[in-house]
């Protein structure tokens, strides 16, 4: 197997006796690589019929037990060019004649964002980083390289940079000609905010206020919504597909819209008027409880890597070098808060997101098993989740601060 920069890819696919991949053969116990080594490689063009993983630790529960004609994915650049650039296009792989899903079998594919907002007043660093070091290790999960799409501005080709219209398109690409047993991951590394919701009247707690991410052009194309990714990529999941998110936006914890947060200590939580859907969606991303202060915010924003990212790859490497196998749910949740602790995150707590409630002390963190459906109902939510307003020292929102910041001054390329 051939990595995308040309090389054999060193790192072994072996799997555990207990029947999940060993994460060591895939080198997570390695020392942290250095985030600004090289550029990102371009896509190499993709094979014909895509490429397959066949694993054992995937469960299809909730598949058809029959197989299906398998679709056939479209590459990004084909994909831009079906949709024509516009996300609301519903963009339909035809089948590949002769292929055909076997339970047992996944597909993978991934979307990775990141964002520095270079040349703005918050500008971050080492988000191109972030998306390549969780690229290396999707890379030894057997995602294979023509079906892992990287936006990032560091890229010259405007086809790959983080634009509003870009990222909008790439959910609708991730999510296209999809069979129950498909596996996907999406990560976002970059600012959040809240946008006001002009369709609901103001209360007296004040504005309704979504959730959502900045995107590179937010001064000329503005937010994307909780609601938009909610509807362009969880809401088009079929049953039987696994959706891994990774959100990493300092303030606030983006949670993709999904129906259930889980607290380790209090357990599952249902969100008020959420939607259910049949797909099988995990989101881990952090947050404080407490308020965040200029000086905090700054040294977020200086930092070499995002919070969420940063602490998911040290907590991966280091439970992978205790050799002890799979690891369940609660155990990363409690890793991803020591490497909190270990920062000098204080206030801060790992969040996990769900489409459905499991239990964490049991279910193995794996990407790629996928749960039976468990939802007695399935439907959409009436509007726009709203959260409340999150304040910066007291004045103001510390979200809307930084939009502004960004909006201020236009990202050069």
Not at 59 to 84: E, F, H, K, N
Not at 357 to 366: A, E, G, N, Q, V
Not at 378 to 399: F, N, T, V
């Amino acid at each position: 197997r051939h990595s995308a920069s040309g090389g054999m890819d060193e790192a072994p696919r072996r799997h555990s006796a207990s029947g999940g991949i060993d994460e060591v053969a895939f080198g997570w116990n390695r020392a942290p690589r250095d985030r600004h080594e090289e550029p990102l490689p371009p896509l190499p063009p993709p094979s014909e019929p895509p490429p397959q993983a066949r694993a054992a630790e995937v469960s299809t529960s909730g598949a058809s037990a029959v197989a299906s004609a398998r679709p056939r994915w479209l590459d990004w650049q084909g994909y831009l060019s079906s949709c024509g650039g516009d996300p609301e296009v519903k963009v339909h792989a035809p089948a590949t004649e002769g292929d055909y899903q076997q339970p047992g079998d996944c597909r993978r594919r991934a979307l990775l964002i990141g964002i520095d907002y270079r040349g703005c007043q918050a500008q971050l660093n080492g988000s191109a980083g972030d998306v390549r070091s969780i690229r290396q290790v999707l890379l030894r999960l057997d995602f294979s390289p023509e079906w892992i799409l990287c936006l990032t501005d560091d890229q010259a080709n405007p086809e790959f940079q983080p634009t509003r219209c870009n990222i909008l398109c790439a959910l609708g690409w991730l999510c296209h000609g999809l069979v129950p047993g498909d596996v996907l991951f999406f990560h976002f590394r970059g600012h959040g905010s809240q946008r006001r919701d002009p369709g609901v009247a103001v209360g007296p707690n004040g504005a309704a206020l979504e959730d959502a991410f900045c995107p590179l052009d937010l001064s000329s194309a503005g937010y994307i919504t909780e609601s938009q990714v909610f509807d362009l990529l969880v809401a088009r999941l079929p049953a039987g597909v696994r959706l891994t998110a990774v959100t990493d936006c300092c303030v606030p914890s983006v949670g993709l819209g999904l129906s259930f947060v889980c607290d380790p200590q209090r357990g599952w939580a249902s969100v008020p008027d959420a939607c259910c859907v049949a797909g099988d969606v995990v989101c881990l991303t952090a947050q404080t409880d407490t308020e965040v202060q200029p000086e905090a915010l700054q040294a977020l924003c200086a930092a070499p890597g995002g919070v969420v990212t940063t602490a998911l790859l040290q907590a991966m490497s280091e439970l992978a070098g205790r050799r002890a196998g799979p690891v369940t749910y609660l155990q990363l949740l409690e890793q991803l808060q020591e490497q909190l602790r270990r920062a000098g995150l204080q206030g801060w707590r790992p969040v996990l997101w769900g489409s459905q409630t499991f239990d964490c002390s049991s279910r193995m963190f794996r990407l790629s098993d996928c749960l039976p459906n468990g939802n007695s109902e399935l439907g959409y939510p009436p509007r726009a989740r709203h959260r409340p307003w999150r304040r910066w020292c007291g004045d103001g929102s510390l979200e809307q601060a930084v939009a502004t910041r960004i909006a201020a001054s236009p990202a050069k390329p």
